[in-house]
């Protein structure tokens, strides 16, 4: 069993940043795949980028390519993502998962597990 603690999140202005962090404990997250995803009020969870077991590939949803990179600290047993260049349709609850293995996608909510409880990130404009 894995358990998993989201921090980082707060309010920043259109046009800031935030490194969010997934700390692991009770497995080593480098042997899992690991997505984010986000809810904004009123919408349905959504993929936004994922890492995986495999040589650490990375994956983002379109809408926030080129503005969010996702990456792993061994050392702290944790996966980060920072975000850039926020905008307000960022807002959000945002959440990290980890699986074992996934099929087609990493993107794919129903792919994992072990989810974390959510950190609300805040983007004002």
């Known amino acids: 069993q894995v358990q998993l603690v989201e921090s980082g999140g707060g309010l920043v202005q259109a046009g800031g940043s935030l490194r969010l962090s997934c700390a692991g404990s009770?497995?080593?997250?480098?042997?899992?795949?690991i997505g984010w995803f986000r809810q904004a009020p009123g919408k349905e969870r959504e993929g936004v980028s994922c890492?995986?077991?495999?040589?650490?590939?990375?994956y983002f949803d379109d809408s926030v390519k080129g503005r969010f990179t996702i990456g792993r600290d061994n050392a702290s047993n944790s996966v980060f993502l920072q975000m850039s260049s926020l905008k307000a349709e960022d807002t959000a609850v945002y959440y990290c998962?980890?699986?074992?293995?996934?099929?087609?996608?990493?993107?794919?909510?129903?792919?994992?597990?072990?989810w974390g409880q959510g950190t609300q990130v805040t983007v004002s404009s």
């Open positions: 009770g497995r080593d997250l480098k042997n899992f795949n």
């Open positions: 998962a980890a699986t074992g293995w996934y099929g087609t996608t990493c993107l794919r909510e129903s792919e994992y597990v072990h």
């Open positions: 890492i995986t077991n495999y040589h650490d590939g990375t």
